[in-house]
């Protein structure tokens, strides 16, 4: 998929410069002067997550350190650009994701993040994560577990904690927080599995499971497991209906009002 993405990236770049000059410099800068996605990606972000105390070059020999190292990083990254394409109505080609889309871009950070946290570079680890927060507004810790094709729609004000788990296509709305209860240690964050949209503003709290294919409505507090293909809604969350596509992630459908409805309990 990597080298698939990449020549998409390269024809829509020529075609960009095509419509509008004036970004012909930046274009050939971010992605029409390298060879691969890896190349372009860790330009990209090292010229937007380094400061004046870590240069950007310092910055991207990690990133391609951590390429390198964990060429899967790149394969995931190209999922996640995909992930954007076909989930975001407002985006009709891949090359907004990787140039403009902060989302996009938070998660390719924290995945350098989690790489260095990993190998035992954990003051480095927290550095990049420091710096994703203030640079993009998303706060994830670097010992959490992302899979693949993830998507952040908006991303502004995301947080997620340590021991968070996020699997593979799972779409994630801004202002969501995946977080603990208190300052208890250990595993204390949640589990999100396969295919499950968290709706905008939502919290998800304490070391539960959010079962794959699951949907959270806007605004929720969810406390407790939540069974897959479920929709759970409200504050506390409870469980309303079930999703009507099998994976919700995919369709960003946040309206639980168009979910198979579940009855009430007699006498509620």
């Known amino acids: 998929m990597p080298n698939n993405v990449w020549e998409q990236l390269l024809e829509e770049a020529r075609q960009v410069?095509?419509?509008?000059?004036?970004?012909?410099?930046?274009?050939?800068?971010?992605?029409l002067n390298h060879d691969s996605?890896?190349?372009?990606?860790?330009?990209?972000?090292?010229?937007?997550i380094s400061d004046e105390v870590m240069p950007a070059i310092m910055v991207r020999e990690l990133f391609e350190y951590?390429?390198?190292?964990?060429?899967?990083?790149?394969?995931?990254?190209?999922?996640?650009?995909?992930?954007?394409?076909d989930r975001d109505a407002a985006i009709s080609s891949y090359l907004p994701a990787i140039l403009y889309l902060k989302g996009?871009?938070?998660?390719?950070?924290?995945?350098?993040?989690h790489f260095l946290w990993t190998n035992n570079r954990r003051d480095l680890a927290l550095f990049i994560q420091s710096r994703n927060s203030a640079v993009f507004t998303v706060d994830i810790h670097p010992a959490c577990v992302m899979g693949k094709g993830i998507m952040?729609?908006?991303?502004?004000?995301?947080?997620?904690?340590?021991?968070s788990v996020i699997e593979d296509n799972v779409s994630i709305m801004q202002s969501v927080t995946l977080g603990g209860t208190g300052n208890e240690q250990g595993d204390r964050h949640p589990k999100i599995r396969t295919?499950?949209?968290?709706?905008?503003?939502?919290?998800?709290?304490?070391?539960?499971?959010?079962?794959m294919g699951a949907k959270i409505g806007a605004g929720s507090v969810v406390l407790n497991d939540v069974p897959p293909h479920t929709t759970v809604v409200g504050v506390p969350a409870r469980v309303v209906g079930k999703p009507c596509s099998e994976l919700p992630s995919q369709t960003m459908d946040q309206n639980i009002l168009n979910d198979e409805r579940t009855a009430p309990a007699s006498g509620k």
């Open 152 to 163: 952040f729609d908006h991303a502004t004000g995301i947080v997620i904690g340590e021991t």
């Open 66 to 85: 951590a390429y390198e190292k964990s060429p899967e990083i790149i394969d995931y990254a190209a999922s996640d650009i995909r992930a954007v394409y």
């Open 104 to 113: 996009f871009q938070s998660i390719q950070a924290h995945r350098l993040a």
């Open 17 to 31: 410069i095509q419509r509008e000059p004036l970004l012909a410099s930046y274009v050939h800068s971010c992605i």
């Open 195 to 211: 295919g499950v949209l968290v709706s905008a503003g939502a919290k998800v709290l304490g070391n539960i499971e959010v079962g």
């Open 37 to 48: 996605l890896e190349s372009a990606l860790s330009f990209i972000l090292a010229n937007k």
